[in-house]
């Protein structure tokens, strides 16, 4: 439909008798860490439309229509209304995760040429409180709106040109209707969040999604996970990464309850709220899994309620996949597969069809794939294979720019061609199996993936070049454990001319140099000291060999 426009923000809020959902209807649940005997807490559709169009009638006190304005807190009620805000405003959210140091917030605010954050004061886990906003103030960053973790008011003194929570909705108390509130209308594609994602070079990729994407997220929830007005849907993640957009979209566009837990997903209390609040849909990445069965912290609980699982973000274990099944009497896990860049996955399980942990059983829909040989040709569509995946390139909801890179050279250049299209590349290696069944084996770029978090090795090698006087140079690569599961960082290093360390010591500065320049949810699994780096003729590291070599000494390890 030529000129068209429309506001997904609003189209979340409308009621709508297809999806039985009137403004009575109960549209998010949550419930804080430390309540685990309270009553779980819930939120109308008509209260939820209240408290967004408050927000986005302070927004336009502040800022101004297409302003990018962050968010870098964790994925609680008040985020979720501040995101739909931004949107319903015709401004542009700015994903940043609650885990990044000031540095990676720093790089974010600047590509987006954000004017605004919104951020909490603290981050609190286990009845501990970890600053947030220092960080935020570390970063050198714009006019921030801080949200209290706890209370109504914040706890420290803000900087002269910041605003509290509670003073930034005072600014439309004096309105008649601060509730009403006309959204920006504007056409299908332009953009209403900027998300990042790490690609080989040392600079996130900013990627815009336009109002098409969320409508792919829910579609696919509809479609392959079977999200449908009366269930109840979460999954553990943050509005700074790709899952939390498609959480928010697959719940309000689908009819489906949106479930928050405002704490660390990693303890019982956790797993007391899934079943409190009869979560049907439960999403998790393999990590999570494994540590909820190696500590035993969910046993006794009921989680009957569950229809089915979803896992992404790592490759999973099929034992882990097994125990996580049988808390829910052996319901499907739908495996998910894709990308920021594409608004959702492009592998995906489905319930037409049976199932296998850790496989996927076909493309997600309007979605066609191949796997390349290494010479770039096809292999044939019923032939069990391994290779590197091309998209074909007409994908519903996927990007079609990036901000700060070449979007066709990027996703295209030295794609070959298939049938009349140019593939899209996207990076993975996929095995098919025999009965068509799929596998996910790791990047087939230097991209590793570290706890659901995509990032590169050279981001992780600048940060540990500068880690230690004796250090000449590290090449950073992920290994698969023998058994399966997510994919551990291993450092390999050269040591300067006559200069002595050792790997435990070396592991140790490594930790805490990215805990501090980079991510604290990486984890350094390895060390290796090596007396050079293999290298092609025009110099060009070769991680892969290095990442070859670690794979096989752990493999003969675990026989030993």
Known sequence: MPDAVLNIAECCLLPSDHLKKQDDTVVVVWRDEGFDDSRVNSLTLKELRDQVMMVANALDVTFSTGDAIAIDMPMTVTAVIIYLAIVLAGCVVVSIADSFAAKEIATRLRVSKAKGIFTQDFIVRGGKKFPLYSRVVDANSCKAIVVPSVGKDVEIQLREYDL???????????????????????????????????????????????????????????????????????????????????LLYSCFLSGTTLALYHGSPLDRGFGKFIQDARVT?????????????????????????IKSFASTGEVSNVDDDLWLSSRSYYKPIIECCGGTELGSSYIQGSFLQPQA??????ASMTTGLVILDENGNAYPNDQPCIGEVGLIPIYLGATDRLLNADHEEVYFKGMPMYQGMHLRRHGDIVRRMVGGYFVVQGRADDTMNLGGIKTSSVEIERVCDRADENVLETAAVSVTPVNGGPEQLAIFVVLKKESKSEPIKLKMKFSRAIHSNLNPLFKVSYVKIVPEFPRTASNKLLRRVLRDKLQQELAVRSRL
């Not at 849909?281 to 309620?305: A, F, I, R, Y």
């Not at 942990?357 to 076909?362: I, M």
Request: net charge negative.
């Open 281 to 305: 849909h439960l999403g998790t990445v393999p990590s999570l899994v494994k540590t909820w069965k190696n500590t035993c912290c969910m046993d006794g609980l009921d989680w009957t309620s």
């Open 357 to 362: 942990f850790g496989a996927f059983s076909t």
């Open 164 to 246: 509290s929570w509670k003073d930034f909705l005072s600014r439309v108390s004096h309105l008649p209707r601060p509730n009403d509130y006309y959204p920006v209308y504007q056409p299908i594609d332009s953009v209403t969040n900027i998300l990042f994602s790490s690609g080989t070079t040392g600079e996130p990729k900013a990627i815009p999604w336009t109002q098409l994407a969320p409508i792919r997220c829910a579609a696919d929830s509809w479609g392959l996970c079977n999200c449908e007005a009366g269930d109840i849907f979460c999954w553990p993640t943050n509005l700074g990464w790709v899952m939390g957009p498609i």
